[in-house]
């Protein structure tokens, strides 16, 4: 179906002010969200109460408001501006909760705005533990049990309940980046967590659900039309097992420890979901699943832009929100065209030649006094990607690109922590697990005991392994270094740091580097994994020798 | 052939370097597009819409380091230069390495950049121009740091230099604290020289200006509301200053186009100043883009990147039609206020000062002072309280000053609240005032009363007691987990009487960003 003719004015919430669990992500989706109405001659009235951001620019949008972003305020825009559709879903949770509010109030009746793309009933549906639950168990897809809890009485209750299946994981309902939660072990953590969740929920509603530790997450980006037509981006591995907020996680796209079957197995179940919640734009799907059997269940569905459809973006180099902007005036995934190919259609499924690697940025280095533990209750400010051909190298430059001080998996503190510290930090999550890991397999600790404690898959233990033997090796060789120089680079290491492990002068690493010919050639996201001939401009580095960027 | 010009990101969003550099980046990337020539932008954050594929001509997601983006120069070899300007101490850093390497930095030279950030060469920069700057030194050792804190006298401002965010500065009012500090500061940047600087409790005052070598352009001054002691990133601004007499504004314009020249800035620069009385000292410069240019090209209409952009690749201002000095004043005033993420943060305190703590801001646009503080302040988040109780619990040194703030909120219908001697000194001026029981005084206690949604609004300053602020955390933590505003600076409590009070008289309108430019 060609876009709706109908539609000449039309109305999106940002995500307003910069907060923990809502970066600027929601900036890059509505800018390109922007740019995406307008090609199709559509006048967009844009209103964001943050000043910082692309889309507030008078280019972006035909009519830019830096107001509040309360049902008032909006209230008065859209009477004056009279858009005939409203899209929500672009906004982050923010843009979400507004415009269910503007429906609720009547507002959007008042003025005939019309909700566009995803309807507001599946989002309730989607958003709803309750009616998501049910929806689930109608479809055979298994959630997790829980059981919603809405006053300090029901907790009680529930608390010395028999069976439960302990430990137990509490989630305030509608709080950005799972606020407020976290995992009970016994009654007493339970009343505590659970009273703050109460308290922190703007509906006094927490979910307590059997608590999947250890189990692997995957999360699957997923988009569909008003024609039924659906498709994968990418599915994304959390190198953190279940326990930590995937928006804390170290993350990998494609996912490296599935088998086929389980790949296979749970992008059924995501398109399965997606098609029954009735979404008409992008998705984000999150799985836990068993390491030891085909068990999964269903944790969570944004159905919405969101980080994760952010990083999915940049990860395959395919527009989601762009994409999601023209379904929801109508388009259909066959109609719209990839603009990094130029020649395939939106509905052509990404395919990647690269591994993609996502680590957080935390806020731990100004905020010394700050529990630094990583759980279902997100902390980081912001993140880093790298593309590799390799996770050990994608690994390595998403480590030298978090200025915190590393310039691979060497931890200045690292030396001095206790082997008694050193467990508890490879059992605890925190910002300093990578290097403690590391740490760890310095001391000599086995692939198995750090799995064991910390429940992560062998094969990233495997990778950072090669990292650690890499650098043993190196240190103290001197000139020596040259005789693994090219594995070293391989592997990802800066010269820097080689130099510093050696213990050469940084210019003696350069100019042996030189003379043997190692520089980096580069690659390019092409979202095909090089099927069609490419127009994107995208390019990351690898020590690889076939270069694709083109000369002028 | 098109020239090739490199533009470096901002990396990860984090406290102190946000989502304003990548809206830099983004518009430098644009305007050299614009301008006929080849932009080429190096980032790693795949949240912003720099690292969006259509944005550049050619995007590198790969780390900010100076071997990685060396490797990049090689490789799109020739290139015209490098812009490091635009993506926040990230880029700033890498300027010295690339410079070594012989790449060329547009805009404002490496030296330049140097220049502002070495404490020694800055300061004899100031004295020849006859600038004040508050008096104070860098030093080494904490010995060294108690003989020029005697000399210039408490309280001091301490910080090392080379820090983002105001890192580890501290305002300390005693020579214990100093040690204290001292002995803490030196393990955050062992190399680099702590600075001791006199603390003057005045205004601040912020620009940001554009030079392209010759002419100097002050788009907008910006006034804190706070007083200096809360980070520049944490206070609420208003443009255009309200409190602000002519003679400081002349001055400022005056420092800053004459630092901008011996500097030999070319593109942004951004100064920041504290006012004793009417006479501006210079307190801090960053060759680069700010924080604040993103609101301030929004609410003076110019387009600062574009212009410090174009600047940047050899254009003049005049040529673009910009005169030297101060650009004409908006009429409608727009507030900028910070916004926190304490509640995903447990163990951080929600006292403003020093150190930056928000994660965001907003912008509050209206026709009036008030309505435009009124706004800001909704759009943050901030619950204000309609009607309800203002809970009092203020430092000693500062219940003079929170007494006529007391005083209007009571007359505007509010109950008063306050610990005991808050109270005591609140009731002794005719207030009537309820005396609430500290934690350790009883079970019914301020805390207590927070919890169970009895106060609308708390006001608490800092005590430089520490048995008196182990209980002010736990009051703050309080107003976190129950979402109740609490303001940390009278200044602040100041400017929410103000639109509290705008608030009770009428309502507030909208208008497009445009429309607040013309309407006057």
Do not use: H, W
């Given at each position: 179906m060609p876009r709706r003719l109908d539609l000449k004015k039309v109305m999106v919430i940002g995500s307003g002010p910069i907060v923990i669990g809502q970066a600027a992500e929601f900036d890059y989706a509505g800018a390109q969200a922007c740019r995406a109405l307008r090609e199709e001659g559509i006048s967009v009235v844009l209103v964001n109460?943050?000043?910082?951001?692309?889309?507030?620019?008078?280019?972006?949008?035909d009519r830019v408001y830096i107001e509040p972003l309360t049902p008032e305020f909006l209230e008065q825009i859209i009477a004056r501006?009279?858009?005939?559709?409203?899209?929500?879903?672009?906004?982050?949770q923010t843009g979400l909760n507004l415009a269910s509010k503007l429906s609720e109030l009547g507002i959007l009746e008042k003025y005939d705005v019309e909700l566009l793309g995803t309807p507001l009933s599946t989002i309730q549906k989607a958003e709803d533990r309750e009616q998501f639950r049910a929806l689930m168990r109608e479809i055979g897809e298994p959630v997790p049990e829980s059981w919603i809890i809405d006053s300090d009485a029901t907790l009680a209750e529930l608390s010395v309940q028999d069976n439960l299946p302990w430990p137990l994981i509490v989630r305030p309902a509608y709080t950005l980046g799972g606020s407020g939660g976290g995992i009970a072990y016994t009654i007493p953590e339970l009343l505590e967590i659970g009273g703050r969740g109460l308290r922190l929920s703007p509906v006094s509603q927490v979910m307590i659900e059997r608590c999947l530790v250890g189990w692997k997450e995957i999360e699957y980006e997923v988009m569909r039309d008003a024609n039924d037509t659906c498709i994968t981006i990418c599915n994304m591995e959390n190198f953190?097992?279940?326990?930590?907020h995937t928006g804390d996680s170290i993350v990998v796209a494609p996912s490296q420890t599935l088998s086929d079957k389980e790949y296979q197995m749970l992008r059924t179940a995501s398109l399965k979901i997606i098609r029954a919640l009735g979404i008409e734009g992008g998705c984000n799907v999150q799985l836990a699943l068993d390491p030891d059997t085909y068990a999964y269940y269903i944790i969570e569905v944004n159905p919405r832009v969101s980080r994760s459809s952010a990083l999915a973006s940049k990860a395959t180099g395919y527009p989601i929100a762009r994409v999601a902007a023209k379904i929801a005036i109508g388009l259909h995934l066959d109609e719209?065209?990839?603009?990094?190919?130029?020649?395939?259609?939106?509905?052509f499924e990404p395919a990647l030649d690269y591994c993609v690697v996502k680590i957080p940025r935390w806020p731990f280095d100004k905020f010394k006094s700050a529990d630094r533990r990583i759980t279902t209750q997100m902390k980081a400010t912001g993140e880093v990607m790298a593309l590799d051909r390799s996770f050990e190298s994608g690994l390595m430059k998403a480590l030298r690109s978090?200025?915190?001080?590393?310039?691979?998996?060497?931890?200045?503190h690292a030396a001095a922590w206790s082997d008694e510290h050193l467990d508890h930090l490879i059992t605890v999550a925190t910002d300093e697990r990578i290097f403690a890991i590391a740490e760890a397999m310095r001391r000599g600790r086995s692939i198995d005991t750090i799995h064991a404690a910390s429940y992560i898959d062998e094969w990233f233990l495997k990778k950072i392994k090669n990292l650690v033997d890499m650098e043993l090796w190196l240190t103290g060789v001197n000139d020596g270094f040259v005789q693994r120089l090219a594995e070293a680079k391989h592997l990802g290491f800066p010269d820097r740091v080689i130099a510093a492990l050696a213990g050469v002068r940084l210019d003696d690493v350069v100019l042996a580097r030189k003379g043997m010919g190692i520089k980096p050639s580069y690659k390019i996201v092409d979202t095909c994994a090089a099927e069609f001939e490419a127009q994107t401009p995208y390019f990351y580095s690898s020590q690889d020798t076939e270069d694709e960027l083109l000369r002028d | 052939m098109k020239k090739k010009i490199i533009v470096l990101g901002s990396g990860p969003i984090r406290i102190g370097q946000g989502i304003e550099f990548d809206y830099c980046s983004v518009h430098c990337v644009w305007a050299i597009r614009e301008a006929g020539h080849e932009a080429i932008i190096i980032n790693n954050n795949p949240e912003t819409v720099s690292t969006?594929?259509?944005?550049?001509?050619r995007l590198y997601f790969e780390p900010l380091t100076a071997e990685d983006v060396l490797n990049i120069i090689e490789r799109e070899d020739p290139i015209e230069g490098v812009v490091v300007q635009f993506g926040g101490q990230t880029a700033i850093n890498l300027a010295r390495s690339l410079d070594d390497a012989g790449v060329r930095i547009l805009g404002s030279s490496a030296d330049s950049i140097d220049l502002a950030e070495d404490r020694h060469q800055f300061e004899a920069l100031l004295r020849k121009l006859d600038i004040p700057k508050p008096e104070g030194r860098a030093v080494t050792t904490a010995e060294a740091a108690v003989t020029v804190a005697n000399e210039i006298g408490y309280p001091c401002l301490v910080r090392p230099s080379y820090v983002l965010g105001g890192r580890a500065m501290e305002i300390v009012y005693t020579e214990d604290e100093l040690v204290n500090y001292m002995t803490y500061a030196v393990d955050v940047s062992p190399k680099a020289p702590i600075l001791v600087d006199r603390y003057i409790v005045g205004r601040e005052l912020e620009v940001d200006c554009i030079s392209d070598g010759v002419t100097c352009l002050l788009p907008g001054i910006m006034e804190h509301i706070e007083r200096a002691g809360v980070h520049s990133g944490d206070s609420m601004a208003v443009y255009p200053p309200q409190n602000v007499s002519e003679i400081t504004k002349q001055k400022v314009v005056d420092y800053a186009v004459r630092i901008a020249k011996e500097m030999k800035v070319v593109g942004l620069m951004n100064i920041q100043f504290v006012c004793d009385g009417d006479e501006p000292y210079v307190i801090e410069v960053n060759p680069r883009s700010s924080r604040t240019v993103p609101y301030l090209s929004k609410i003076t209409g110019i387009p600062m990147v574009k212009v410090a952009t174009r600047c940047i690749m050899g254009e003049a201002l005049a040529d673009m039609g910009f005169p030297e000095g101060l650009y004409p004043e908006q009429k409608n005033p727009a507030v900028k206020a910070p916004v926190f993420s304490f509640q995903k943060l447990v163990g951080v305190d929600n006292a403003l000062g020093p150190e930056m703590k928000s994660t965001g801001e907003v912008l509050g646009q209206d026709v009036t002072y008030p309505g435009a503080l009124y706004k800001a302040m909704v759009g943050a988040g901030l619950r204000l309280p309609i009607t309800g109780t203002v809970l009092f619990t203020v430092a000693n040194s500062d219940k003079e000053e929170a007494l006529p703030i007391a005083r209007e909120f009571a007359a505007m219908g509010y109950a008063l609240q306050a610990t005991s001697g808050t109270a005591a000194y609140f009731a002794s001026n005719d207030l009537h005032v309820e005396t609430v029981a500290k934690i350790t005084e009883s079970e019914d206690n301020l805390v207590t009363r927070i919890h169970s949604g009895q106060v609308g609004l708390v006001i608490n300053t800092l005590s430089k007691d520490k048995r008196i602020e182990e209980e002010g955390q736990l009051i703050r933590r309080a107003t976190v987990e129950r979402s109740v505003p609490c303001m940390t600076s009278l200044d602040t409590a100041a400017a929410l009487l103000l639109a509290l009070k705008a608030r009770a008289e009428g309502t507030f309108g909208v208008m497009t960003v445009d429309e607040y430019l013309t309407t006057k």
């Open positions: 109460s943050n000043p910082a951001t692309i889309m507030t620019d008078v280019e972006m949008a501006e009279r858009p005939q559709g409203l899209v929500p879903t672009l906004g982050g953190d097992p279940m326990g930590v719209i065209e990839n603009k990094v190919t130029g020649r395939t259609l939106a509905c978090l200025e915190i001080g590393v310039l691979g998996l060497g931890y200045r | 969006d594929f259509d944005t550049s001509d």
